[in-house]
């Protein structure tokens, strides 16, 4: 396990202060708002954590609020069913006296299911014949200095350009291979909580993707507004997932992006969609 995915693996060992209250930190990395992914996993970890029985098949979840990453998150879960097959947690995530993340997951007992289908694996170059996110961005790392001395625990091959670097609208389309720099314990909530934090690294970029207009450019104002996933199948988070995103719509200052995880082997394991702000603010006057 590389440094940074121990890193990550410790960030989620959210700690348990009262029955059902759990408290998460941040990693110090001089970020103006707490990284969405790293809230929606911890969120997730503390529902497992009160779930005896199953794994989590679904979760929808409502950014709020932006996070501070300066104080720590109390996660408040709230058990409110479980049955013989299905089990529902709510967690609400609080800084500051105030909800800044909301999250309501269903967890599965396992049943071996006699109507089977899905959709097929898109064709894609290899992971390994990719080069990593840090080597593509190795000549920017003057610009990307903040970047750079951060800890990388997902490593990301990209199959085309990379989508905050375009300078032209291109497709609504993105496909990058994911997985844990290492290897993880062979916990499925830990896998899945992993998940949860990577699935958030790349999905608003396709929202973007139609557009000339990037993170950095004054005039635009971008937030994820929800996050949902299904976990079909079995996985582990530390072998190569191809995550395969769409955006379909934009309209309304709000835009919508789907993305896949698919294994080597071409099945199909998790599915998501987000919600995003896609809003322009006007320059001000001279």
């Given amino acids: 396990m590389s440094d940074a995915l121990d890193f990550l693996v410790k960030l989620l060992d959210i700690e348990p202060i009262e029955v059902n209250i759990f408290r998460g930190v941040s990693p110090d990395e001089h970020r103006q ?25 679904s979760l929808h979840a409502y950014f709020l609020r932006p996070g501070d990453p300066n104080v720590p998150i109390l996660y408040d879960v709230d058990r409110i069913r ?17 909800a800044i993340f909301n999250l309501a997951a269903s967890f599965h007992v396992h049943e ?3 109507l089977v289908h899905q959709v097929p694996m898109p064709v894609v170059p ?29 490593d990301q091959r990209h199959t085309g350009e990379l989508p905050w670097m375009q300078h032209e609208a291109g497709e ?50 971008g937030a994820s507004l929800d996050h949902c996933m299904w976990f079909h199948r079995p996985f582990r988070a530390d072998d190569w997932l191809l995550y395969d995103m ?17 294994t080597r082997q071409g099945d199909l394991v998790v599915s998501m969609v987000q919600e995003g702000l896609m809003r322009l603010v006007p320059k001000p006057s001279p």
């Fill in 246 to 262: 769409d955006s379909p719509s934009a309209y309304g200052a709000r835009g919508l992006a789907r993305g896949f995880f698919f």
């Fill in 33 to 57: 708002r707490v990284f969405g992914g790293q809230v929606a996993a911890q969120a997730l970890m503390a529902a497992g954590r009160t779930v005896e029985r199953g794994r989590v098949h």
């Fill in 126 to 154: 290899e992971p390994e014949s990719l080069p990593t996110l840090h080597d593509r961005l190795e000549p920017f790392r003057d610009q990307l200095a903040d970047w750079f001395a951060r800890p990388h625990p997902i």
């Fill in 112 to 114: 071996e299911g006699a």
């Fill in 82 to 98: 479980d049955g013989r097959s299905f089990s529902t947690r709510r967690v609400v995530a609080i800084q500051h006296g105030q």
């Fill in 172 to 221: 609504p389309v993105q496909r990058v291979w994911i997985r844990a720099d290492g290897t993880l314990p062979d916990d499925p909530l830990l896998h899945a909580c992993v998940a949860a934090y990577a699935s958030d690294m790349s999905l608003f970029d396709t929202m973007l993707a139609p557009h000339e207009v990037r993170w950095d450019d004054a005039e635009f104002m």
